[in-house]
């Protein structure tokens, strides 16, 4: 743990993930929600000029001369502080359905935590399969798991419209259920338009509304593989989400 | 005999047996002085009149006297409270501070932590919901430890400059206080809206005591406060949360 006022990391996590500010957080939230509103989704580089930068933690554009810009300057830029603050009030906001119907222990929390991070993890290792499946430039582990943990924000919303819905005699179990289906889909949208613009990095081609991005010989089978690969891993967040969500619209036994 | 044992300091005891290091010659003296020890002194002007030393030894060299008074023997030892290094009266001016919530705080509560009134206010929690049948305090335990390093994590992470998890600690225990009242007053009232509805209180107050110091310490431009609040806030909920059910 180093002690200087500019290091890059702290116990071993790089301080760029954390260098948020408010208006980055609401409008993330509002990509994460309506993704289909945002335009330009690559992420912002800097030149690095090589005499007075120090070492970069990210290694893999060192190389190359540039930066990627942290995430108060870049809003396309992945961050771990909303992920992990929508993972939390993820699981106060469970507790909190539960205790609304009664059955509340404190190691409920603690079981739907641990769920919520056996599937991040397992949802990260997935991923990176089918990256590389893809033949894709190597993403970083933690942008990884930034992307990954972005769910919880849409399950934290679920789980609200699930609490203020359980006022209603019966819709609860439809409003929760049609909640989840609409955040899970912006979700894949979300890393769709993400990842699409990862796999797309080592070429010239920016956006994809342009129509030379269509000719016929840049479509061939690897440029097919990345496509199921994306889709793979937009659907994906269905199952995924309707799983972490399972309390807010089934009735499960009493043990649960 | 008699003599020997009061000179030990030991009038109070009245076994007839002797302690450890006299003589068997004052055991046999003493059975047969039996009850007629410490308190007929004063009944007996022949004796030479020794003050009942009580627990303190030091009118004799006699060892085991000084092994007999306890702790607070010798004069040049600071008194209990002050070797643990807790000190009342800093505790009650912190918690007067954490009790009014419109005080602009000084930044000098960051800069003598302790972990006293933290342990205090979480022994207290803990308390409050025995008396409502519920056994928390690994619960308490738990929350505590796993939110404090996250938040010392989040923390340093975000902030410019490097805030020690002591500090942290102590800034985030200090502020529990409004989470001690709530459990209290949750104990008289049934109604689930009441209950959710001081709860949001109480973790509003919490919230707004610790973010603001931390926002000063860690050097985070004010207009980020939010940023600061949130991690701390919902650490005061989920407090909140097995207080109120």
Redesign the interface.
Known sequence: MT?S?HSLT??G?P?A??????SY?LRKLWILFFPFRHRSWSRKRKLLDPFANPIDADSVNQAAGQRLLPPSEDLNAPDL?IP??SF??YV?LI??LR??EGK?T?QV??EWASMGLITVVLEVLLIRVSLFLAQSPRVVWVDLVAYSGYKFVGLAFSTTCALLASFLPSGRIYVSLAVLLYVSLMMGLFLLRSFRRLLRSDTQSGDVSMPSSFDTHLWDAQHARRNYVLLFIALLQIPIYLLLGVRTWARLGPSN | MGDNRRDAGLDFYQAPYAPYGVGAAASAGAAAAGTTSAWSTASDPGRQHIPAAGWHGRTSSFELGRAFSGASVAEDEPPLLEELGIHPEAIWRKTRQVLNPFRRFEKSFADEPDMAGPLLFAFLLGLALLFRGKVHFGVIYGIAIIGCLSIYLVLNLMGSRELDLYRTVSVLGYGLLPIVLLAFLVTLVPPLAFRIAVAGTAVAWCTSTASRIFTAVLGIPSHNWPLVAYPVGLWYASFALITIF
């Open positions: 002690s006022v702290f116990c996590i301080k993930y954390f260098q948020v500010d408010v957080v502080y992990v603050m939390v009030t106060l507790g909190l205790g609304t509340f404190p929390m603690g």
